[in-house]
């Protein structure tokens, strides 16, 4: 029975494709042409591709990723079955971090937060400090 449940749930893992699949489907036409797939630390894109790119990117990433964690999954059953479930528990935090990645990567592109600077507006630090534009309008 034990080796009947680890081989279901080993399965089981493959469940992401087709829900990661259906997401970018349900959403096909409402993603823009260009989307940001690629963030720095501050949550700003840094890195576009197409529509198709992002798809491919995304479901590559996560077909590897299954590929691999069921080749691993499946030895470690074979050599050491005590380490097997832990390991099994490693992978399903391992692709649930590659689905929000592709959720979260179309999410912020049908609802890209407005652009905007941290160094504009009225409480700007260049607005505060008006010695900069002293400077610039004497030596001008």
């Known amino acids: 029975m034990n080796r009947i449940a680890y081989k279901t749930l080993v399965g089981l893992m493959w469940l ?6 259906l997401d970018y489907w349900r959403n096909w036409d409402r993603l823009p042409v ?3 797939v690629h963030f ?3 949550w700003q894109p840094n890195g ?3 529509r198709e790119g992002a798809l491919d990117l995304g479901l590559g990433i996560m077909v590897f990723m299954l590929v691999v964690s069921t080749v691993g999954l499946l030895i470690a059953h074979a050599l050491k079955p005590a380490a097997a479930w832990p390991l099994l528990l490693v992978f399903y935090v391992t692709i649930g ?3 929000f990645g592709n959720h979260s990567i179309i999410k912020w592109n049908l609802n890209p937060p407005p652009a905007h600077s941290e160094l504009m507006g009225s409480d700007s630090p260049a607005v505060r400090d008006s010695s900069g534009a002293k400077f610039l309008t004497l030596h001008s």
Not at 16 to 21: C, F, G, I, K, R
């Open 40 to 42: 720095d630390a501050n």
């Open 97 to 99: 971090f590659v689905w």
């Open 16 to 21: 992401a494709l087709p829900v990661t699949t």
């Open 48 to 50: 576009y591709t197409s």
């Open 34 to 36: 260009r989307m940001a």
